[in-house]
């Protein structure tokens, strides 16, 4: 019987976007050229959050952009039927922004790969950074987040699953045993 | 000569004479000796235990292709004469669109010699109506029947002038021979790979109206009622018809009629995911159409069953169906199928079944046959009505392979055939 | 995730459910996103081959899946050949084994046959696209079209769409029906009687006798290209004609004074069953048309080749 536990209860994510809002704007050194894109699906949603609590700290409008990466999986052709594609909608010109890549989970890095690599059709961006609420270790590539809410070490027969209000009714951050 | 045959205790139909009656019956000399009860036969002579079995005139098959001269890899004369003893046949009548075509007495006498050779069901050649089956010029029929041709016909294609058709009826008439049209209004049914309907619309292929078939039926009839010639309508195909025929009949005209045992079975469902095993002309129609053609053959619009045997190669059939050829195989299906959708559902007893495919195709083509009368000849077939089996086509005495019916389970099949005395088919030794 | 998934091939739309069909369309809209994006390209179908197996003279259709092929990555090969009337069994029969032989992943086919498509794809083990087939479906237009309508007017359900022209002899006209009526359209077909199929009402659709009745009545027209051959083959008297009385003209869509919308799956014949101030003017969605046809031959391909080969294509989503 697979059990769940709460990692991060509503408060505890509040805390944690709070925290990793002051961050983005510390290590962006400020607002200008910024451009939060959240990974389909709830990167989405918390790219959103993140860009409001911004605007509260620094007073101008963060825009936020959406990303799907389902075509540039590296796993595409192995995993039988086809995934259904989220929305993508990105500003027309990435050349010369700070883009900040939203995630939920930072798991094998294999998403963030595919992530940069969509990014690079869209232009060049000055710089790219990452920013995760859980980084749950497991790495398979090179890939590391700058800004992270709760690093936890989450076994291979386990998952770390996010729930957010606006998809799920409910803000959690539960770890639960698959096997 | 060979020895005589006393085939013992089965139900003897005989539809010519009206007997069904456990009896046996006694051949020689190539002909029905006696036919009664407790025969003592000669010393020597071949016993065979047709208890349970029903024992009956050879079945005659009316309208059959052996592509023989011409398509030998397809059939040939004597693949089709065994093909046909298989199905219980004693005797086929060849259709003349060979090539060459039978117009001239030395085809026509090349597939009596081949006929001869194979030595299985008996094999009749049906002469050309036009020389070459071009339309335009009357073929000699007075040469044709002298050298063995019991009928005419340009068969696989129609009589398009009403003109030839009636002159062709009326010198058949000379020689008291029968005319068979395959009634199809090439102008309307050009093109088409099926039956106009439902079925067509959506599968996006070219259909051939009703209409097609009907307006040369129509036309046929009018012009035997002019002549007075004997018109024989082949593979009959709808319920309209059917009614033309039932009405020519009412006034007497000297009209019959054929149809196929898939034009009684299926219909126009059948070419669903393009299958060519149902592609054949005329084309496979409606639940209707199959209906009335059913109740034709019942009160006898319909005088007979006959095959319209057409055999094709894979490769052939193996293609878009817009280019398929038409037709498919009857011969050693065509009991059976008869049995499983005609009698065992009570539609058709089985005396009358038989007369369908044995007297009375041998009265409508004035052929010897069809009756167990003693003198006539021994043309016999012992059947089995109760033996399931299902149809596998790679056992097929016929060189091919095209039908539908592959995998099919049906109820009746011939378990041995004797022409002139002689044991053709034994599905024992089979 | 995959959850009405299609099967190894796209023969019509005829055997599809209302779930794949919103699938194909829910996912031609992501397609159309990529198509405006600097770099028109993502790597979905990188390493894939595709075949465009064109029997039939096309240039519109098979120029719009090369695009959906490249923007997906794949690599393209073009094969034209009009089969001689003599050899075209024997030269689809061989081409399809060639094709297994090569290992190909997807062929695309145009072909002169009904059934053609469902005859290769029982054949070869790659994905089989029908790009029309004799007078049977042409799906992706159908699709298109539907793709287009739902742009436009939010939704299918409800809507009265009227297919004008050649219905007798149209792949368009059917794979429209199929899906317009599967997503809960009214469907009406309208053409002179010769070139309707005597049955069509058998499968739902309401026959309209003439075009100014048709455009009264449809949210809706989608006019079919008239082929000359039909006036050669005796089903209309002349072109001409065919124009005055069912032509879609500025006078008649001006005398209805409705806000309808104009269809055409192309190449048209201006002057013949459109009028070309109509087919550019306001209530045209010809070009729209155009534009999503690459989305959604960029959805099916997508779609198709994640399936496992050995699946048959079947109706129901799950």
């Known amino acids: 019987m697979p059990s769940r536990a709460t990692l ?102 294999r998403t963030i790969r595919a992530a940069l690599d969509e990014l690079a059709d869209f232009g060049r961006p000055r710089r790219i950074l990452l920013c995760v609420l859980v980084d749950r270790g497991g790495r398979e590539l090179p890939i590391q987040p700058d800004i992270v809410g709760l690093k936890k070490p989450v076994a291979q027969d386990e998952r770390v699953d996010v729930l957010v209000k606006e998809l799920d009714g409910r803000d959690a951050v539960e770890l639960a045993r698959t096997a | 000569m060979t ?44 016993v065979i235990d047709a208890k349970g079995k029903v024992v009956t005139p050879g079945l005659i098959d009316l309208h059959v292709h052996l592509r023989e001269p011409g398509f030998e890899d397809l059939e040939t004369v004597a693949t089709g004469a065994m093909a046909a003893a298989a199905g219980g046949f004693t005797a086929v009548c060849a259709m003349p669109n060979t090539d060459p075509p039978l117009d001239n007495q030395g085809a026509i006498g090349f597939v009596i010699s081949q006929a001869q050779k194979a030595g299985k069901a008996r094999v009749y050649p049906i002469g050309t109506i036009s020389v070459g089956q071009k339309g335009e010029k ?39 021979c029968p005319v068979a049209d395959h009634c199809e209004e090439i102008t309307l049914a050009e093109g088409g790979a099926m039956h106009e309907g439902i079925v067509a619309t959506r599968l996006g292929l070219k259909g051939i109206p009703a209409a097609a078939e009907e307006i040369h039926v129509a036309r046929d009839i009018i012009l035997s009622e002019l002549t007075g010639g004997h018109i024989h309508l082949c593979h009959m195909s709808t319920r309209g018809s059917a009614e033309l025929i039932r009405r020519a009949k009412d006034k007497g005209l000297r009209v019959t009629a054929e149809v196929t045992p898939h034009h009684f079975t299926l219909t126009h469902a059948a070419c669903e995911g393009y299958n060519t095993n149902a ?84 009265q409508v083509f004035g052929l010897p046959g069809g009756t167990l009368a003693v003198g006539g000849p021994a043309d016999v077939a012992v059947l089995d009505p109760e033996a399931e089996w299902t149809v596998e086509p790679s056992r097929f005495f016929s060189k091919s392979r095209n039908t539908p019916f592959g995998g099919r389970r049906l109820l009746g099949r011939a378990d041995l055939t004797i022409v002139r005395g002689r044991i053709v088919y034994d599905r024992a030794g089979d | ?72 990555s794949a690599d393209t090969v073009n094969v034209a050949s009009s089969g001689s009337s003599v050899s075209k069994g024997e030269t689809l029969v061989d081409t399809a084994r060639n094709l297994e032989a090569m290992r190909i992943d997807m062929v695309v086919i145009r072909h002169q046959a009904s059934g053609s498509a469902e005859f290769l794809g029982r054949r070869i083990r790659s994905n089989v696209v029908n790009a029309g087939d004799g007078k049977h479906e042409h799906p992706t237009q159908g ?78 027209l989608n006019v079919l290209r008239l082929q000359l051959e039909r006036m050669t083959g005796g089903f209309i008297p002349s072109l001409r004609e065919y124009n005055r009385v069912f032509g879609v003209t500025r006078e008649r869509l001006d005398r209805a004074g409705k806000d309808i919308v104009i269809m055409h799956p192309g190449p048209m014949n201006r002057g013949v069953e459109i009028d070309s101030d109509v087919a550019d003017g306001p209530h045209s969605v010809i070009l729209p048309q155009v534009t999503n046809g690459v989305a959604v031959r960029m959805a099916v391909l997508y779609l198709l080749a994640g399936g496992n080969p050995d699946w048959q294509q079947h109706g129901g989503g799950e």
């Open chain 3, 1 to 72: 995730m995959g959850a009405a998934a299609l099967g190894k091939d796209l023969i019509g739309l005829e055997t599809l459910s209302p779930q794949q069909l919103r699938l194909i369309l829910d996912t031609a809209e992501r397609f159309k996103e990529v198509s405006e994006r600097p770099i028109k390209k993502v790597p979905a179908l990188r390493g894939k081959t595709i075949v465009n197996l064109f029997f039939e003279a096309s240039t519109r259709t098979r120029i719009s899946f090369e695009f959906a092929e490249k923007r997906l």
């Open chain 1, 8 to 109: 991060l209860d509503e408060r505890a994510i509040a805390r944690a976007l709070t925290r990793m809002a002051s961050e983005i704007v510390e290590r962006c050194h400020g607002t200008a050229d910024l451009l939060l894109v959240g990974i389909q699906r709830r990167g989405v949603e918390l790219a959103q959050r993140l860009a409001r609590l911004i605007e509260g700290l620094d007073g101008s409008p963060v825009p936020c952009g959406k990303l799907d990466i389902t075509l540039y999986r590296d796993d595409l052709q192995a995993i039988g039927p086809r995934p259904v594609i989220g929305e993508t909608d990105l500003p027309p010109d990435l050349d010369g922004r700070t883009v900040v890549i939203v995630d939920d989970v930072l798991y094998t890095g």
């Open chain 3, 143 to 220: 699709l298109l079209d539907l793709l287009t309508l739902r742009d436009r007017f939010g939704k299918i359900e409800g809507l009265k769409v009227a297919i004008c022209g050649d219905v007798l002899h149209s792949r368009v006209a059917r794979s429209n029906i199929w899906g317009l009526k599967k997503l809960g359209a009214e469907v009406a077909v309208c053409g002179p009687a010769s070139l309707l199929p005597r049955d069509i009402a058998a499968l739902g659709v309401e026959v309209i006798p003439r075009i100014d009745e048709a455009i009264r009545w449809a949210d809706a």
């Open chain 2, 279 to 362: 592609k054949m002309n005329p084309p496979l129609r409606e639940e209707a159409d199959v209906e009335a053609l059913r109740e034709a053959l019942k009160d006898g619009t319909i005088d007979v069953i006959a095959t319209d045997h057409a055999p094709h190669h894979y490769d052939a059939k193996e293609r878009e169906f817009d280019d398929a050829p038409n037709g498919i195989l009857g011969l050693e299906t065509a009991f059976g199928l008869a049995v499983t959708e005609l009698v065992r559902p009570g539609i058709i007893a089985l005396p009358d079944l038989l007369y369908r495919m044995s007297t009375r195709p041998a």
């Open chain 2, 3 to 46: 020895r005589p045959i006393l085939i013992r205790g089965g139900r003897v139909i005989d539809p010519a004479r009206r007997t069904d009656g456990i009896a046996d019956v006694y051949l020689a000399e190539g002909r029905i000796a006696s036919v009664g009860l407790n025969i003592t036969g000669e010393d020597g002579c071949e």
């Open chain 2, 138 to 176: 009357l073929s000699e029929f007075g040469e044709l029947l002298g050298a063995g041709a019991i009928a005419v016909s340009d068969d696989g294609k129609p009589v398009m002038s009403s003109h030839l058709m009636r002159t062709a009826l009326e010198y058949a008439k000379t020689f008291g």
